[in-house]
């Protein structure tokens, strides 16, 4: 055993669904569950084989805290690979945290962020690459998102990147070969056809970078704001998005006063969506604060859903929204066509390109909406399963080696010498292989010798 | 009936490159040396071809003369013509090379051994190693026996060598040498594992059997530069060299042939280079190329032979005939030596130490073509460190480990034993990851202090040294502070250059920084300009136009020192972190490596494997065993 600590953490993410689970790993977890996991027919836990499961009650310095399932994993048939307890019970802050506590005062040690992973990975049950699909795959929100995740494993991502890889290496080992064999009557290289291969690995790099971006919206989320004047059915339009009442939707104008969150799934998008106060000027001091943090967030969002009422014409703050629109990504959204039309549409247009009609009562028009915004995220132009970047180390890499081909780019219309060219392209092609977790110098050398006839 | 015939410090076996270069290096440090060769007139024998340097060649022999090694100045003195290879490539792949007279350069060699003190140069062959009290003994055909403190091997292409011409087959060593047959039988009972790789060399023809007339003249540069920084000047060139072509009708013959030749006949089992193929490995791994370049290169001033580069192979020498034959200007060619190939005993490198000491063998080191490089470069780059290191370990100094970051020599050094050699290796510009660091024209620069503090670099040549970087580090200042005005006569330089006309004031350091421009056509615009060495002002060209590249390779030394600087322990069992790939765990297992950096680059380990190394040891800080 590499590390001889029993560790445990909650697991489950906190104050989401109605059950916590309560993860223990290492040597001795078994021993501390029993400690503090009282099996409703008596059998200690570890008295039993893996893959079982007991019903009990866990107890926090003799007081009993939740009823709670235990379920035994015996090294290295586990997640870790050592042996587990996992103890599920009522979700909720509170009662994990408190049995949580428990564990740890039995004696487990509270284990780091990602340390069951990092134990998985060291005991062989997960390498890198595997680790961050499957954590994609199960943090996958909604349908896009695995199946993203699926293609990094089934290697389209892979393809799309050996092919830039592999004409960066052949250019590369011409390069290599041309410094090396002076002498030998190996073709020239020039510069176009450098600087083709370059443009063309810019290309398609930029263009896998901003799949990057797409992706992020699939998996997680893009930052919007719902903004309008008050009234005009923004806390209704987010129920309806989100299918859920976490907006206090009044007749009262400035019910909503502060930026309320939450995240919704709008087809293939998830929407970090903030309702955010009215814009309107009020006396009420705790509303005031609401309004200038509404106007900070729209400053800075990637999605901006105007609301306004069809039912009435624009007033001074609609139009105030009409110029805001102008800088952020927009998407007007003309609630209540149910009532009779009243607005300028026409003046809506010549500000914002994408109108949406919509009854946030009676939910016409939501399909419409989702497609906008799927637009507006690119999502409706990326094909998922044409391999996206999905995480943080590929889009590094890729952004690496996209800043390097560039680089080589510059340095080639600077007029530098060949050797400064090349430097560039190996940084570019490392960054490439890392990615797929290959090496560099040797692949050069290989292609070298493969692809030119040289020697004494 | 062996007898006892003294002791030494430490003895070398074989004064080729790699010999030659750790006996003075030995033997200047102080301590009592053997040099052992097994017929004195194989002491520094070129048996390949009549040149030293060539491509990352060329600074290795320049890194070795900053440090104090031989190679430079004897083929400085040797020199028949000189020509820096790849000019307008950049700086970075610009490399020396000489052709040299080789009966020269092996006398001058030889003669260099006999007059160095401490140093004992000796014909025989060394038949036996063995451990015994006080370090190792070994044995010479004659069976004298002598104990040594520490053993250099450096026995070429000798160990174990067997010839193949053809059908003929033979056990040989170089030249028509006698071979070292017994030693390696010895070696293995120490438990060095051995292999066999297989060199080759073209034949040697008469020059007045050749017609020059239309072939294609290679002359040197004029002036010539030498390899040393202690040589002046080395006079004019003394030879040309020739270019011709192969044809289909060459090709021919090596097609209807090939079936007599021994490798393909799968009579040798010896793995060759790639990038040293025989000519019939040429044709038929390129059968589309229509045509090969050949060049033909003298052997020294005072020989009709000539050297056939480019057409090594080890055909019947009556095929040889045929198709050097159907060459222009050989056409009635006369052939001297014949072309053959070559097999013999090397170990596997990966069983040393970066100071090329046998990890499981203390006192024993190996260098050269033993090693499974190939050239006299590498070889002599090896011998001077394997040299050094047996010298200081025995005065009970630090050892010398080269690094990636400082020399080409270094990184030779860590690919053969991290990455070890499946053929024979050879050096080359993009083998280093740093080559914009690692130039020739610095080569004093990296590595000149590094020979003073071992004691091999003279006070003079070093106080001339720290001048010369005195006076580059005051023009580069001088570069900076001196502006020039944008009269008419430099905008029209600069448009007859290519390059954008200035409205303002410029600084010299701003125009020097611009590709198109160079220290030379800037004269007329700067007349404080002080008289330098021309080394000196290529240095300081290249450290200027080249400074943002130079500064990120600087960068990425320092990521990899941090790397370095993460110490693995040498005896943890790696099957015991599952996370490891299989091909990881044993790679890493073999090797044994002293730091994640030098893991990084064994092959077979991926990142993903450095990730889980470098989890496992933040996992198990203060504990580096594990538990």
């Keep these: ?456 | 009936m062996t007898y006892f015939a003294g002791t030494y410090d430490v003895a070398v076996i074989g004064a080729g490159h790699a010999g030659i270069e750790a006996a003075l290096a030995s033997a200047r440090l102080g301590c009592h040396t053997a040099v052992f060769t097994i017929n004195m007139d194989a002491v520094g024998n070129c048996p390949c071809n009549p040149s030293i340097g060539g491509t990352a060649k060329g600074h290795l022999v320049r890194e070795l003369d900053a440090l104090g090694g031989e190679m430079g100045k004897t083929a400085d003195e040797c020199f028949l013509q000189s020509r820096m290879l790849n000019r307008g490539k950049g700086p970075a792949v610009h490399s020396l090379r000489a052709q040299i007279d080789r009966r020269k350069y092996s006398e001058v060699m030889k003669h260099k051994l006999e007059l160095q003190d401490n140093l004992e140069l000796r014909q025989a062959e060394i038949t036996s190693i063995e451990k015994q009290d006080g370090g190792w003994l070994i044995t010479t055909q004659m069976l004298a026996q002598y104990l040594c403190k520490a053993v250099v091997i450096a026995t070429g292409t000798f160990l174990g060598g067997r010839i193949y011409v053809g059908e003929v087959s033979y056990e040989s060593g170089p030249d028509g040498m006698f071979p070292a047959t017994k030693l390696a039988e010895s070696l293995k009972a120490l438990g060095l594992p051995l292999r066999r790789f297989k060199t080759g060399t073209p034949a040697r023809i008469l020059r007045r059997s050749i017609d020059f007339t239309d072939l294609e003249v290679q002359k040197g540069d004029e002036p010539p530069q030498p390899f040393s920084y202690e040589t002046e000047s080395l006079g004019e060139n003394k030879v040309d060299c020739h270019i011709s072509w192969t044809n289909d009708r060459t090709k021919q013959i090596i097609l209807e042939n090939i079936h007599r030749s021994p490798l393909y006949a799968g009579r040798i089992e010896g793995v060759g280079p790639r990038y040293c193929p025989s000519f019939e490995d040429k044709v038929m791994r390129f059968a589309d190329k229509p045509r090969h370049q050949l060049f033909i290169e003298p052997c020294g001033e005072n020989t009709e032979e000539m050297y056939m580069q480019g057409m090594s192979s080890s055909l019947p020498e009556e095929v040889q005939l045929k198709f050097y034959r159907t060459i222009k200007g050989l056409e009635n060619c006369v052939i001297m030596r014949p072309a053959y190939a070559i097999e013999y005993d090397c170990v596997d490198p990966t069983a040393m130490r970066a100071t090329l000491e046998f990890k499981d063998l203390p006192g024993i080191y190996g260098a050269g073509q033993f090693n499974g490089s190939s050239g006299y470069e590498e070889a002599a780059a090896q011998g001077f460190v394997a040299g050094v290191n047996a010298a200081l370990k025995i005065q009970g100094r630090e050892p010398l480990v080269l690094t990636r970051a400082n020399s080409y020599i270094g990184t030779l050094i860590d690919d053969l034993v991290t990455k070890g050699a499946n053929e024979p290796y050879r050096m080359m510009t993009s083998r280093s990851e740093y080559r914009l660091v690692l130039r020739q024209d610095n080569a004093d620069e990296r590595l000149t202090s590094i020979g003073h503090d071992l004691g091999l670099i003279s006070e003079e040549r070093y106080q001339k040294y720290l001048k010369k970087q005195e006076l580059k580090k005051a023009e580069i200042k001088r570069l900076q502070s001196t502006t020039v005005s944008p009269t008419q006569e430099l905008n029209d330089l600069l448009v007859s250059r290519e390059t954008s006309e200035v409205t303002t004031g410029v600084r010299l350091i701003d125009l020097l920084k611009r590709p198109q421009l160079d220290y030379a056509c800037l004269a007329p615009f700067d007349p404080e300009r002080p008289k330098l060495d021309p080394n000196i002002i290529e240095q300081l060209e290249v450290e200027i136009k080249y400074e943002g590249y130079i500064q990120k390779q600087l960068r990425q030394v320092e990521q990899m020192k941090k790397l370095e600087n993460k110490p693995l322990p040498t005896d943890f069992d790696y099957k015991e972190l599952k996370g490891l790939r299989l091909e990881a765990q044993e790679k890493l297992n073999k090797i044994k490596p002293l730091n994640i950096g030098q893991a990084s680059r064994i092959s077979g380990v991926s990142p993903a494997d450095i990730s889980v190394l470098l989890i496992w040891l933040a996992a198990n800080k203060g504990k580096p065993n594990g538990d």
């Design chain 1, 1 to 456: 055993m590499l590390n001889s600590t029993t560790i445990a953490a909650i697991s489950t993410a906190q104050g989401e669904g109605g059950v916590g689970v309560i993860r223990i790993s290492g040597a001795d977890a078994i021993a501390t569950a029993d400690k503090v996991f009282k099996n409703i027919n008596n059998r200690k836990l570890s008295d039993m084989r893996g893959y079982t499961a007991a019903f009990g009650k866990v107890f926090l310095n003799g007081e009993p805290l939740d009823e709670a399932v235990a379920l035994v994993f015996r090294a290295p048939h586990s997640y870790t690979g050592e042996d587990v307890v996992e103890l599920s019970c009522h979700g909720g802050v509170f009662i994990t945290q408190q049995v949580l506590r428990a564990v740890i005062e039995a004696g487990a040690s509270p284990a780091q962020a990602g340390e069951f992973t990092k134990r998985a990975f060291l005991n062989g049950k997960l390498d890198l690459t595997e680790a961050e699909a499957v954590a994609d795959i199960i943090s996958a929100k909604n349908r896009s998102a695995a199946r993203a995740a699926l293609s990094v494993k089934d290697g389209v991502l892979r393809r799309r990147i050996d092919k830039v890889k592999n004409d960066l290496l052949s250019l590369a080992a011409h390069l290599s070969a041309w410094a090396d064999y002076p002498e030998e009557d190996i073709p020239e290289v020039t510069d176009s056809m450098i600087s083709n291969t370059c443009e063309a690995a810019q290309k398609e790099l930029e263009k896998l970078l901003s799949t990057y971006d797409s992706g992020q919206a699939i998996k997680q989320g893009i930052d919007a704001v719902i903004a309008g004047r008050p009234n005009v059915g923004k806390s209704t339009l987010m129920n309806l998005l989100s299918g859920s009442e976490k907006s206090i939707v009044t007749e009262i104008a400035g019910t909503t006063r502060d930026v309320v969150e939450n995240t919704i799934v709008a087809g293939d998008v998830i929407l970090r969506l903030s309702d955010t106060a009215g814009l309107r000027d009020t006396d009420d001091a705790v509303e005031k604060i609401g309004v200038e943090r509404a106007k900070k967030r729209l400053e800075q969002c990637a999605l901006l859903l105007a609301v306004f009422d069809n039912s009435s014409a624009l007033e001074s703050f609609d139009y105030q929204l009409l110029e805001t629109a102008k800088d952020v990504p927009t998407i007007a959204v003309v609630n209540k066509t149910d009532l009779p039309s009243k607005l300028d549409i026409n003046k809506i247009e010549s500000f914002i390109d994408n109108i949406v009609f919509v009854s946030a009562s009676t939910g016409e028009g939501k399909d419409e909406l989702i497609q906008a915004i799927a637009k507006i995220a690119g999502t409706n132009q990326l094909n998922p399963s044409e391999g996206i970047l999905s995480n943080e180390r590929q889009r590094a890499n890729v952004s690496a080696a996209l800043r390097s081909v560039k680089e080589a780019i510059s340095a080639l219309e600077a007029g530098m010498t060949f050797d400064a060219v090349t430097v560039n392209l190996e940084d570019a092609i490392s960054e490439l292989l890392e990615m797929t977790g290959e090496k560099a110098s040797d692949e050069i050398l290989d292609k070298v010798f493969h692809n030119f006839c040289v020697g004494k």
